[in-house]
């Protein structure tokens, strides 16, 4: 397979997975980009790569085969649309864009130029997942899901922090906001919306009730969705709440996803997100027809790593492969409908651009 030479467009906290996965998908790492030197140089130094603050330097070397975006999320449609009018491959960090418009505009343009394009939609590479995917037509007939995301985020719901990330200052805007475009709607539920669409199917229509704070904050602490699909309905949770010991893992962090068939049950169980090396995940399955229920466990694996070495694998050959550019757009038409049914107060038809 051919060594792809690769690029990292922004160097915040995520990029260390993005690092760990085209490193280990043995890529060259050939350029290092963001605004703070003091960011980038490290992670240059380390992969023997060059460092530049402007990203339309990369974007101008011939010999970058992909282009790994990791920068917030309201700069994303500028340089992936330059990127793919390069020339470039692309994978991009979740949500694609601050709005389902903006992402559809690149999709478009990464179809319109045979461009390989990547939204970084990675749980849908865990291990648990990923059996869940293979045992689900023996189900049969689905007939209800239920899927929750509940983050231990501190105590929120008594007031606006007086410091820190969660703070919405008078007049400005919290660093959550800054950094990620909303709450645990965007940050946490983004993820479980992709998982929806993989696993069950895109819904056609839903009905939400989002939770922002009436003190001032810009980000909501709970997106609570009933979703109807072809293949049933989707009961369907996303929630920051302060409770330490609550999960399978005991650990605050409670993200279970089961669906319900005819013929048996799945019951998916995923450890904390940015802690893949040390915390693993499990999936249980319920045979109706034998009366059993076997339990899968999974060692502790990064599915950064496992959807980068997709991605890349896929790169080299030139093909899309099973995951469709679509995939960060899906996600962001699921968001805007549930903000506008919650904001509505009622149900709302999910208008599909393709």
């Not at 890529?27 to 703070?36: A, S």
């Not at 090396?277 to 249980?284: A, C, D, I, N, R």
Request: charged share 20%.
């Amino acid at each position: 397979m051919k060594t792809l030479n690769t690029a990292v467009l922004g160097c915040g906290s995520i990029s260390r997975f993005h690092f760990s996965g085209l490193e280990k998908a043995e890529t060259k790492i050939k350029w290092v980009c963001d605004f703070r030197e003091e960011a980038a140089r490290p992670w240059a130094e380390k992969y023997g790569a060059s460092f530049t603050p402007n990203y339309r330097e990369v974007l101008k070397d011939p010999e970058v085969d992909v282009v790994n975006v990791t920068l917030p999320s309201h700069l994303h449609r500028a340089v992936c649309l330059e990127a793919i009018a390069a020339g470039k491959a692309v994978i991009c960090e979740k949500t694609l864009s601050d709005n389902p418009a903006d992402s559809w505009e690149i999709v478009q343009a990464a179809e319109s130029a045979g461009t390989i394009f990547y939204t970084s939609y990675m749980k849908r590479f865990l291990p648990a997942v990923a059996k869940a995917k293979e045992i689900l037509p023996s189900l049969g007939r689905l007939i209800s899901s239920h899927m929750r995301t509940h983050q231990c985020w501190g105590d929120l719901w008594n007031g606006n922090p007086e410091a820190g990330f969660f703070h919405t200052p008078n007049g400005g805007a919290s660093q959550v906001r800054k950094n990620y475009g909303g709450g645990v709607l965007i940050c946490g539920g983004s993820h479980l919306l992709d998982l929806a669409n993989f696993l069950i199917g895109r819904p056609h229509r839903l009905y939400a009730h989002v939770h922002t704070p009436p003190d001032g904050r810009d980000y909501d602490l709970l997106a609570a969705v009933m979703m109807e699909t072809a293949h049933g309905i989707i009961h369907w949770e996303a929630l920051a709440h302060p409770l330490n010991r609550i999960g399978f893992l005991r650990d605050g962090w409670d993200e279970t996803i089961q669906i319900t068939g005819v013929n048996g049950r799945l019951e998916i169980f995923s450890g904390l997100w940015d802690q893949p090396e040390s915390k693993g995940s499990l999936l249980v399955h319920y045979d109706n027809a034998t009366g059993q229920s076997t339990e899968h466990r999974f060692e502790p694996s990064s599915p950064f790593d496992a959807a980068i070495a997709s991605f890349v694998k896929n790169i080299a050959t030139g093909e899309q492969g099973d995951q469709s550019k679509a995939t960060g757009y899906e996600v962001d038409e699921l968001i805007a409908h549930i903000e506008k049914s919650s904001s509505q107060r009622q149900a709302t038809d999910v208008i599909w651009k393709s």
